[in-house]
């Protein structure tokens, strides 16, 4: 069983910056990637980043935020970060982290709210 807990939501400008972050507790063996997705109200869950885990694991984006968001992780400290950067209103969505599990199950934190408004 794997925990998360997401963090660093809130209100924002647009062209402002945010900085997820996801802790991880529980048993964090035998991870195969991390991502965070979001959902915005009334549309799917859709993937915004990923990494493998393991060193220097290749990070992949949604091309709807690619050259703004930047996934980073330290697995020493079971986290996991989405530096968010000139944020759009489009951006607005609850934030969930994600960690599949080579075993092939996906373990979700509760989400953490973005909101991009003047």
């Known amino acids: 069983q794997v925990h998360l807990v997401e963090s660093g939501g809130g209100l924002v400008q647009p062209g402002g910056s945010l900085r997820l972050s996801c802790a991880a507790s529980g048993s964090t063996f035998s991870i195969n990637a991390i991502g965070w997705y979001r959902q915005a109200a009334g549309k799917e869950r859709e993937l915004v980043a990923s990494i493998e885990y393991g060193e220097g694991g290749a990070a992949k984006y949604a091309d709807f935020v690619k050259g703004r968001f930047t996934i980073s992780s330290n697995n020493a400290k079971n986290t996991v970060n989405l530096q968010m950067n000139n944020l759009k209103p489009e951006d607005t969505a609850v934030y969930y982290c994600?960690?599949?599990?080579?075993?092939?199950?996906?373990?979700w934190g509760k989400g953490t709210l973005v909101t991009v408004s003047a």
């Open positions: 994600n960690y599949h599990m080579s075993y092939g199950i996906d373990y």
